[in-house]
């Protein structure tokens, strides 16, 4: 999300896309910017039933990707703004619903911001000559019906990744899909969590037998502490599985508390890229 945020971002991206894209890769993308965070607003918004700013917020949400798509130049790009107004409809369609459970709301509404990105990052992946196949994530991810906190089950999602994923990468295509997201067993969607893409990946590569796992971000690399509250904060060349576990158990935010085990349990290199 941080390396997303505006049109160099994402051409930042697109650059690191091509230097491996002879490779078999997923790349695995957030939502743009704070977008999860203007969601989470416009949910709240939605509660207090403020019809009027939620209007607003939505409709300055919706200009902010549209204005992402005309500074990344994209080469006829009606059909991407085409796309995303669609996706914004359905946005506005869920916002009218009724919820009885806030979790369950909670997922139907804040996982637009995933699929706001996947086709603005699709169109200018593709218009870069990047041979690129887009599979959204809840046709990959399954798991159970705790909304806002789900755990994977790993058989159905074993078959699903396989299925989808292993043919496109034998055609040497570069894979590009959602972290965050999923999608429970009723076909209705779910979320990993908060910054939870980084376990997305790390769903994909268990699976999928990966050498390694890389998470680009906007800091140095993995810190022995944050480095806004500690000036002296250094930067961790190397640390074991158990060592990063602790170090995401008492809050380095760089890594999600759950990407490490699968990646143990297989002997995954994990970088923390900046």
């Avoid at 490490?260 to 290199?269: A, E, R």
Wanted: hydrophobic share 40%; with cysteine.
């Amino acid at each position: 999300g941080a390396l997303l945020k505006n049109a160099d971002g994402i051409r930042r991206m697109a650059s690191l896309v091509r230097e491996f894209q002879y490779e078999p890769m997923v790349v695995v993308i957030s939502a743009i910017g704070k977008t999860t965070n203007a969601l989470e607003e416009l949910y709240r918004l939605y509660i207090l039933k403020n019809n009027e700013q939620l209007q607003e917020k939505y409709v300055q949400l919706k200009q902010q990707h549209i204005q992402l798509v005309e500074a990344l130049q994209i080469p006829a790009p009606e059909k991407t703004i085409h796309g995303l107004e669609e996706n914004f409809r359905k946005l506005w369609n869920a916002l009218n619903i009724h919820y009885k459970d806030w979790y369950y709301g909670y997922d139907q509404i804040i996982p637009f911001g995933e699929e706001f990105s996947g086709k603005i990052v699709k169109a200018y992946l593709s218009s870069q000559g990047i041979p690129v196949h887009f599979e959204d994530a809840h046709n990959l991810i399954i798991t159970d019906s705790r909304y806002t906190n789900a755990s994977v089950n790993w058989e159905m999602t074993e078959k699903s990744i396989k299925a989808r994923i292993l043919p496109v990468l034998n055609n040497r295509k570069v894979v590009l899909t959602q972290g965050f997201v999923a999608i429970d067993k009723k076909g209705i969607s779910t979320t990993l969590g908060r910054e939870g893409s980084d376990f997305t990946a790390a769903i994909l590569a268990y699976i999928l037998e990966a050498k390694e796992v890389c998470i680009w971000k906007d800091v140095p690399g993995l810190m022995n502490a944050d480095p806004r509250l500690f000036p002296e904060a250094v930067k961790l060349p190397h640390v074991s599985y158990n060592e990063a576990i602790e170090l995401a158990f008492y809050g380095a935010s760089v890594i999600h508390p759950k990407t490490i085990q699968p990646l143990k349990k297989k002997g995954i290199l994990l970088k923390v890229c900046s």
